[in-house]
T-cell receptor, first 116, second 111 residues
Framework: EAGVTQFPSHSVIEKGQTVTLRCDPISGHDNLYWYRRVMGKEIKFLLH????????ESGMPNNRFLAERTGGTYSTLKVQPAELEDSGVYFCASSLLQWGSRNEQFFGPGTRLTVL | DAKTTQPPSMDCAEGRAANLPCNHSTISGNEYVYWYRQIHSQGPQYIIH???NNETNEMASLIITEDRKSSTLILPHATLRDTAVYYCIVRATGANSKLTFGKGITLSVRP
């Protein structure tokens, strides 16, 4: 079974440019999450989709970040325009939509974004 | 903000048990304790979780104190591949909710 995949694995862009990150969750996982770690900081939650709907976007830093999940399958995270402080590793995770104590989130390998 | 505190680092010898402590003194009655780890250059990986009873799976054991204010993750026979950052996370019962990561503890397994 394929795990969570993210593309690209690395991206280097200049300040002011636009970058789009993609996440393909595990098939059948309705929950999709975006997290990021900026240099020297902890992993921080960005937002949570349930199918195509944004369930919680409380962690989105500002309106330069736009996340979509059309059709409830893969998701994209666009940063426009990118700033230096956006550099970091962006993780995507997915899980089954279920109620119970164990709802393991499966993480992708991350996209390392460098803004110069 | 994370609701857990962990020492910044520890090490252990390969083949020995690694006991990773975590304090969560403000945990609520409906919150679970989860452990994830992040091996270098990979995404976080689920290890185990528990509410109040001790739990064991193929990866580790989780010991939660009776007052639930602290817990210990035990890797019974640490290997070099267990070198990673381990995160203790308190999470509400709504299992679809986000994970709140703290700084974690860096475990170094030495040969």
């Amino acid at each position: 079974e394929a795990g969570v995949t993210q593309f690209p694995s690395h991206s280097v862009i200049e300040k002011g440019q636009t970058v789009t990150l993609r996440c393909d969750p595990i098939s059948g996982h309705d929950n999709l999450y975006w997290y990021r770690r900026v240099m020297g900081k902890e992993i921080k939650f960005l937002l949570h989709f349930v199918k195509e709907s944004k369930q919680d976007e409380s962690g989105m830093p500002n309106n330069r970040f736009l996340a979509e999940r059309t059709g409830g399958t893969y998701s994209t995270l666009k940063v426009q325009p990118a700033e230096l402080e956006d550099s970091g590793v962006y993780f995507c995770a997915s899980s089954l939509l279920q109620w119970g104590s164990r709802n393991e989130q499966f993480f992708g390998p991350g996209t390392r974004l460098t803004v110069l | 903000d994370a609701k857990t505190t962990q020492p910044p680092s520890m090490d252990c010898a390969e083949g020995r048990a690694a006991n990773l402590p975590c304090n969560h003194s403000t945990i609520s009655g409906n919150e679970y304790v989860y452990w994830y780890r992040q091996i270098h250059s990979q995404g976080p990986q689920y290890i185990i979780h528990g509410l109040k009873n001790n739990e064991t799976n193929e990866m580790a054991s989780l010991i939660i104190t009776e007052d639930r204010k602290s817990s210990t993750l035990i890797l019974p026979h640490a290997t070099l591949r267990d070198t990673a950052v381990y995160y203790c996370i308190v999470r509400a019962t709504g299992a679809n909710s986000k994970l709140t990561f703290g700084k974690g503890i860096t475990l170094s397994v030495r040969p």
